[in-house]
């Protein structure tokens, strides 16, 4: 079992930065990739980024690609999330994820746990 604790969300100008946090509990950390998700609105929840066990390998969509950048520490219990130049289609709830496996993914189905997810919104 694995707990999710995410934090870190808000309004923020086009343009502008946040860094959310997701906290874990339970599991060994280093043991699972993780990734982080977000869902606007009226739409399916959309694959943001994601990191192996060790923190060596990260994968984006070309979305967020050169300006969203994920992170863990493992000493920490902890995933990060930098997110640069913002835009108002970045507004979502972000959730984080723990993969079923040491490498995570890109699909929902990839992820076993999920945290109750935080709000970020980007104002034009």
């Known amino acids: 079992q694995v707990q999710l604790v995410e934090s870190g969300g808000g309004l923020v100008q086009t343009g502008g930065s946040l860094r959310l946090s997701c906290a874990a509990s339970?599991?060994?950390?280093?043991?699972?990739?993780m990734g982080w998700f977000r869902q606007a609105p009226g739409k399916e929840r959309e694959f943001v980024a994601a990191?192996?066990?060790?923190?060596?390998?990260?994968y984006y969509p070309d979305s967020v690609k050169g300006r969203f950048t994920i992170s863990r520490d493992n000493a920490k219990n902890t995933v990060y999330l930098q997110m640069n130049s913002l835009k108002p289609g970045d507004t979502a709830v972000y959730y984080c994820?723990?993969?079923?496996?040491?490498?995570?993914?890109?699909?929902?189905?990839?992820?076993?746990?999920w945290g109750q997810g935080t709000q970020v919104t980007v104002s034009s």
């Open positions: 339970g599991r060994t950390f280093n043991s699972y990739g």
């Open positions: 990191i192996n066990w060790s923190g060596g390998i990260t």
């Open positions: 994820a723990a993969a079923s496996t040491r490498y995570g993914g890109n699909y929902t189905s990839d992820y076993r746990y």
